[in-house]
């Protein structure tokens, strides 16, 4: 079984401001966008119709699913992009809470004040991604004659870095060297 992991589209948020698990706009691009990232999906399911579509409740990844055909893609919190708590919406040069050095310091561990921290969102997209794997072992021993195919999920930057990680691809040390650019498309073999 393939699984599709598809970053949601350039958001219209400033940079230098910390937005996780706040839902944002998108950019004025987003038409454009999305009608690639739709070009590159029907490219790769080779006109097959995915068994299932998973999105992050967050409506820059919804949009993106609507915009791509899949109006009705399942929710999961687990897909949601990094917690960074009192942090959302703030300009990170502007930030005054002393744990902000700590977590430049070790930003694999360390979690924003009232947020997560990278190591246990990994854990939160494991948890996901261990259900799916075990939803297709299911659905391979059930239905030998119709295994499950290719499944799609819209979210986030920091949800494909935990999948690839997940996966074997990269450490977690490694992981921000092959961030994934908006509306970029993970591929990995379940």
């Known amino acids: 079984m393939r699984l599709h992991l598809i970053r949601h589209t350039t958001p219209d948020v400033p940079a230098g401001v910390c937005y996780g698990q706040s839902d944002v706009p998108l950019a004025s ?4 966008e999305a009608q690639e990232v739709r070009k590159r999906l029907c490219t790769l399911l080779e006109g097959d119709v995915p068994s299932r579509v998973y999105s992050s409740p967050l409506s820059r990844c ?7 055909g899949y109006p009705d893609a399942l929710r999961d919190d687990r897909l949601m992009e990094l917690n960074f708590g009192a942090w959302e919406l703030q300009r990170f040069d502007t930030i005054a809470d002393p744990q902000l050095e700590r977590w430049y310091a070790d930003y694999l561990y360390e979690a924003p004040t009232g947020g997560e ?7 939160r997209v494991s948890s996901f991604l261990d259900d799916l794997r075990a939803e297709v072992q299911k659905v391979s021993v059930e239905n030998e004659d119709s295994p499950m195919g290719e499944v799609l999920v819209f979210t986030h930057g920091g949800v494909l870095l935990g999948a690839g990680i997940w996966a074997g691809l990269f450490s977690m040390e490694e992981a921000f060297d092959h961030r994934a650019p908006y509306g970029g498309i993970l591929t990995l073999e379940i």
């Open 29 to 32: 691009s987003f038409a454009t």
């Open 62 to 68: 919804l949009l993106l699913a609507e915009a791509c």
């Open 117 to 123: 921290s990278f190591h246990s969102q990994v854990i």
